[in-house]
């Protein structure tokens, strides 16, 4: 079985730890060390045996924390070839033996991960996905749109961290200037609470059990209003027997 926890979820910050209890990963990390080392300290897992933090992309909310993590505990991070070039010296001081290349495919102990990629504004982003025997669980936020290549990769999760970002008419009239209206709306941007929804029911088809809805947009959304638009949507769609949960931008607050 696979589990996981998130530390931060949000378009400020993005960190979450996956584990099938031998192995222990990081996906992004976009807090402070001091932040990870305590939400580490907290599920009683030594940073010091974690076999690697996996890198989406080299949006800051996502990698911020990577370097001083990387270094202090000397962990491998893993990231596409175009996202290694565009984080260039973004993560300081860093020890290049710790430099992996993200592959499609990776074995790690028992666990399976795959790196697929997602429509998004960074140079060459991907959401992750870790197979054991028995169970699948993927990570796919930072989605401008559905495509039927991402559809494939995600289908069959039992359980999926997915992208709720903003509320369309709360972009539409909110505070954010136009031109990055446009982008977060656009097909290289983030994912809004109806498509989330629309994609939920249909990866409830393909044997989705829980969805965590991640990424939420502070200016741009709100819990609540994710949880209520997913959940109707899944209801509208006859989708009544998925799980839905809304993860807290902070684990520890
Ligand atoms: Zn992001
Ligand atoms: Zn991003």
């Not at 300290?41 to 045996?49: K, L, Q």
């Not at 495919?105 to 399976?112: A, D, L, R």
């Not at 999760?157 to 136009?178: R, V, W």
Request: glycine share 8%.
């Amino acid at each position: 079985m696979i589990k996981f926890q998130s530390f931060l979820s949000s378009s400020s910050g993005n960190c979450t730890f996956v584990t099938d209890d031998h192995t222990h990963l990081l996906v992004d990390c976009g807090a402070g060390g001091k932040y990870i080392t305590e939400c580490m300290r907290r599920i009683g897992v030594d940073p010091h045996e974690l076999s690697g933090i996996l890198i989406t992309h080299e949006h800051r909310d996502h990698i911020a924390g990577v370097g001083i993590l990387s270094r202090k505990y000397d962990i491998p991070v893993y990231a596409t070839e175009k996202t290694w070039d565009a984080i260039g010296e973004s993560l300081g001081r860093f020890n290049e033996q710790n430099k992996r290349l993200a592959e499609q495919s990776m074995e790690f102990g028992k666990m399976t991960v795959s790196s697929f990629p997602i429509p998004h504004d960074a140079a060459e982003p991907v959401g992750y996905s870790f197979e054991t025997s028995d169970d699948k669980f993927t990570i796919a936020t930072d989605l401008g749109m559905i495509t039927d290549s991402l559809f494939e990769a995600l289908k069959g999760s039992k359980s999926i961290i997915i992208e709720a970002n903003h509320d369309t008419d709360m972009l539409k009239n909110g505070p954010y200037p136009f031109y990055l209206k446009r982008r977060i709306a656009g097909e290289q941007g983030h994912l809004s609470n109806e498509l989330c929804g629309r994609l939920c029911a249909d990866l409830a088809k393909t044997g989705t059990e829980t969805i965590w809805l991640g990424h939420l947009s502070s200016e741009n959304n709100r819990p609540e209003l994710a949880y209520q638009t997913v959940s109707a949507i899944l209801h509208e769609l006859n989708e009544k027997n998925v799980i839905l949960n809304v993860l807290p931008k902070y684990w520890i607050a």
